[in-house]
């Protein structure tokens, strides 16, 4: 299965990616890497066939439109979030 993760290299998301790969499933992890996002979590997975990793914002329409047309997913899990209040509103 093709699954897109947004998210995924916070706390939460890289535990999940690391448990899809597991599973052998493809996974895209899209990721701004902003202050709570960390690709070290994620070194044990970097090498899989199985996953990909695209930094992009999930408010880029233009780069989304890309990421699904190229992967095509079979599910999305929403992760993606800025963790703190006042970073999440402006």
């Given at each position: 299965m093709?699954?897109?993760?947004?998210?995924?290299?916070g706390f939460i998301?890289?535990?999940l990616v690391r448990l899809l790969i597991a599973r052998c499933h493809r996974v895209l992890n899209i990721d701004k890497l902003t202050y709570a996002g960390n690709?070290?979590?994620l070194r044990d997975v970097e090498s899989s066939p199985n996953y990909h990793f695209l930094q992009a914002d999930i408010c880029d329409a233009a780069a989304m439109r890309d990421a699904f047309a190229q992967f095509q997913p079979d599910a999305v899990m929403h992760l993606a979030a800025e963790s703190h209040v006042d970073r999440s509103i402006d």
């Open positions: 093709n699954i897109l993760v947004t998210g995924g290299a998301g890289s535990n690709l070290a979590s």
